[in-house]
């Protein structure tokens, strides 16, 4: 005997598969292969992630994050926000067109920081990826101990 249970889950599955990808029955992939494709941009850094070393309190270090837009439309990244006030990024507001590289530049100000740091900076953009994680690393060491 088949549960009551079994019957309402097999109905709810057969309703989700014939009402497509948009939620409307009868459109499904149809409507979505006659859209043109207007492409999409995608954002590749060469790295993530960069990491100082050790530094001295009260340095001002910087890095350069390179990417490349490896999609088919032009690329905007629409902002950077750090997880810090002592982070500053730097970027080229201009659009990126395919096959093309940009650059974020990152400055640490290092004043009043102490010990291991790691700081994020969240990039925004139109590319198919919108938000993509940088991080940057640092041992801050106090004057007196250099």
């Given at each position: 005997?088949?549960?009551r249970?079994?019957?309402?889950?097999?109905?709810?599955?057969?309703?989700?598969a014939?009402?497509?990808?948009?939620g409307?029955?009868?459109k499904?992939?149809?409507?979505m292969?006659?859209?043109?494709?207007t492409?999409k941009?995608v954002?590749?850094?060469t790295?993530n992630e960069?990491d100082?070393?050790?530094?001295?309190?009260?340095e001002k270090?910087?890095c350069?994050f390179t990417?490349?837009?490896?999609?088919?439309?032009?690329?905007?990244i629409t902002s950077a926000i750090?997880?810090?006030?002592?982070?500053?990024?730097?970027?080229d507001?201009k659009?990126?067109?395919p096959?093309?590289?940009?650059?974020l530049?990152?400055?640490?100000?290092t004043?009043g920081?102490?010990g291991?740091?790691?700081?994020?900076i969240t990039v925004?953009?139109?590319?198919a990826n919108?938000?993509?994680?940088?991080q940057?690393?640092?041992?801050?060491?106090?004057?007196?101990?250099n």
């Open positions: 005997m088949i549960s249970n079994i019957i309402v889950i097999i109905a709810i599955l057969s309703f989700l014939g009402s497509g990808c948009n409307r029955p009868g499904g992939m149809t409507s292969q006659s859209s043109p494709d492409g941009a954002i590749a850094f790295q960069h100082f070393g050790k530094v001295t309190e009260g270090v910087a350069i990417f490349r837009n490896t999609g088919t439309a032009s690329l905007f750090t997880s810090c006030g002592c982070t500053v990024p730097e970027y507001t659009p990126i067109p096959d093309a590289s940009g650059q530049e990152v400055v640490f100000d004043s920081r102490e291991i740091q790691t700081k994020t925004r953009s139109n590319a919108p938000v993509v994680l940088l940057i690393k640092a041992e801050v060491l106090t004057k007196s101990n």
